[in-house]
Structures are given as C-alpha cells and as structure tokens.
C-alpha cells in the first residue's frame, strides 16, 4: 500500500513519486515511468514545459495499471494564456481524462492572475485538484486571499541544503501540501560528506537518506531518475527511519537561513 497524505479535496497523495524534468519525450522518458510503476509508485509528476506528456501517459496506458490508482501532476505553462484550454492540450498528449493535481508551474506574472482559469479547469473536471509550485510564503499568501478553490499542493526545491521550514509552516498552516522536488539537488547533495556519513550509519544510499529526510519531514517527495535500479532504490525508504541525531545533523546543512529564503521571501528565481 502507498503511504499518502490527504488533500483538502479529499484525495489521497502519494508521499513518494517520480519526477521527469528534464527526461525528454520519447523511451527514455516512457521507461522511466514504466519502471517507476513496476516499482511501485503511483505518482507520477510532469508539466507542459517538460515537453513529455506523450510519452508518461503512453507508459501510464501500457502498465494496465487503472488510471483511478495512479495520481498524476502536471503543470500549466505560465508564459501560456489560458489554464483551462492548456488543461485540455495536456489531457490529449496524456491520453487520459483527468490529472489529480495541476499546478502553476511557476508565478510568473503574479501569484493570482492564472488562479481563477486553474478554477475553472478544477470546476470542469480536467483536474481533480488545482496547486502551485515554486510560490514562496508571500506569493501563497496573497492566492490565498483571493482564491475560491485553495491550492491543495505547493512543490519547491527544497532538501537538507534548501530547508526552508517557514515555507513548509506556511503551507501546513493553510493546509497545503508541501512537495519537494529535487531532493538530490539534482544530484549535487549526493556526494556530501555528512549525508555520505549517516548512509553509511544507516546502511542505505545517500539518495535514500536525502529522501527519507523529506519524507520524515512530512513531505510528498519527487525524485528523478531515468536509471532503474536507481528508480527502485528511491522507492524503498519506508523500511528505515533517521534518528534525531541524523535529522539534526542534516537540518543543519541548510544554507538558506542566512538569506530570504527563509522566510520563503524572494525566491524570483525564473525572471
Ligand atoms: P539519473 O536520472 O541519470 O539517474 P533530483 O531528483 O534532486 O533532481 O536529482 C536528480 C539527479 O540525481 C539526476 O541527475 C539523477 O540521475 C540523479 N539520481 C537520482 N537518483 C539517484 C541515485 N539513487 N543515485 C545516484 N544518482 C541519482
């Protein structure tokens, strides 16, 4: 069984998913998911801007696993216009009638002005939920105030060296989940020498210890791989726990205190 966190809507999300940025269209991208899904996972987190769509809902459609079992993540292209007729593209290159969540992907232009089109996607059933990723603590704020329809999802960079707690606070005091992208930072986190340490402590990866952070810290988390054993080992963070010695030690990796981040200020990262 998934270990899930519960939307405001309802629904269920799964803790741990797969992540295809910068996974282009076609195999590489369609066996990742495939493997994803013979892992286990069965959350799987795109975007119009990916420019993989096709191929995640082809892989979605030959794992004859049930649609209503898997929960898929795609976001809306802020440079676009409108999110309820971009919703209607990548429901086509997905082949699939809904997404369970559908994000902004980033807030460009502003935190609300695409709000009340990702409303209307919500309302007419092209997704199941509507969110948003990359807004920090001001930007969800100032949605917040205007929104019918609450973001259920706000996915950030965020891992051990981009702990931005006030970020989370934030979120969980509205009720919205924080996911975490790029736990690896990119890959970068992985040759750390206090989270190689506690892997060896623990006697797992250094993915699986930057993971299971996330995941302790209550977290959806979604890495990416396009390898399969790495794409399995990710998976299998439910069968160990990082004592507070370890979590200590890798909270104080952070190195957004010193700066805005912290207060999950200033975070114009896409201009
Ligand atoms: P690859 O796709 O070639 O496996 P993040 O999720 O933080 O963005 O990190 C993704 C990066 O980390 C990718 O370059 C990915 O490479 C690499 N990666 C993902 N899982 C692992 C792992 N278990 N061990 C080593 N590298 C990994």
């Given at each position: 069984?998934?270990?899930?966190?519960?939307?405001?809507?309802?629904?269920?999300?799964?803790v741990?998913?797969?992540?295809?940025?910068?996974?282009?269209?076609?195999?590489?991208?369609?066996?990742?998911?495939?493997?994803?899904?013979?892992?286990?996972?069965?959350?799987?987190?795109?975007?119009?801007?990916?420019?993989?769509?096709?191929?995640?809902?082809?892989?979605?459609?030959?794992?004859?696993?049930?649609?209503?079992?898997?929960?898929?993540?795609?976001?809306?292209?802020?440079?676009?216009?409108?999110p309820?007729?971009?919703?209607?593209?990548?429901?086509?290159?997905?082949?699939?009638?809904y997404?369970?969540?559908?994000l902004?992907?980033?807030?460009?232009?502003?935190?609300?002005w695409?709000?009340?089109?990702?409303?209307?996607?919500?309302?007419?059933?092209?997704?199941?939920?509507?969110?948003?990723?990359?807004?920090?603590?001001d930007?969800?704020?100032?949605?917040?105030e205007?929104s019918?329809?609450?973001?259920?999802?706000?996915?950030v960079?965020?891992?051990?060296f981009?702990?931005?707690?006030?970020?989370?606070?934030?979120?969980d005091?509205?009720?919205?989940?924080?996911?975490?992208?790029?736990?690896?930072?990119?890959?970068?986190?992985?040759?750390?020498?206090?989270?190689?340490?506690?892997?060896?402590?623990?006697?797992?990866?250094?993915?699986?210890?930057?993971?299971?952070?996330?995941?302790?810290?209550?977290?959806?988390?979604?890495?990416?791989?396009?390898?399969r054993?790495?794409?399995?080992a990710?998976?299998?963070?439910?069968?160990?726990?990082?004592?507070?010695?370890?979590?200590?030690?890798?909270?104080?990796?952070?190195?957004?205190?010193?700066?805005?981040d912290?207060?999950?200020?200033?975070e114009?990262?896409?201009?």
């Amino acid at each position: 069984a998934q270990v899930t966190r519960e939307l405001f809507n309802g629904a269920q999300i799964p803790v741990m998913g797969l992540g295809v940025w910068q996974v282009p269209e076609g195999r590489q991208c369609e066996q990742a998911v495939t493997w994803a899904l013979e892992a286990g996972y069965r959350l799987i987190d795109t975007a119009q801007a990916y420019g993989n769509e096709a191929s995640v809902g082809r892989a979605i459609r030959s794992s004859g696993i049930p649609r209503e079992d898997i929960f898929l993540t795609t976001k809306f292209y802020p440079g676009r216009r409108d999110p309820l007729a971009e919703a209607e593209k990548s429901l086509r290159r997905l082949d699939t009638e809904y997404v369970d969540l559908y994000l902004i992907h980033w807030p460009q232009g502003g935190p609300t002005w695409a709000w009340s089109g990702m409303e209307k996607a919500c309302e007419a059933g092209l997704a199941k939920a509507i969110g948003i990723s990359n807004f920090g603590a001001d930007e969800l704020q100032e949605l917040l105030e205007v929104s019918q329809i609450p973001p259920a999802v706000n996915q950030v960079l965020f891992s051990p060296f981009e702990y931005r707690r006030a970020l989370v606070e934030a979120g969980d005091q509205a009720g919205v989940v924080t996911q975490a992208y790029s736990p690896l930072g990119t890959g970068r986190h992985l040759d750390d020498p206090v989270v190689g340490r506690i892997a060896e402590a623990v006697g797992r990866t250094p993915a699986q210890v930057l993971i299971r952070w996330a995941v302790q810290k209550g977290l959806s988390v979604i890495p990416k791989s396009t390898h399969r054993e790495r794409i399995e080992a990710n998976f299998a963070v439910f069968d160990f726990e990082l004592d507070d010695d370890a979590v200590a030690a890798l909270d104080s990796l952070d190195t957004t205190h010193r700066t805005a981040d912290a207060l999950g200020r200033g975070e114009k990262w896409w201009s």
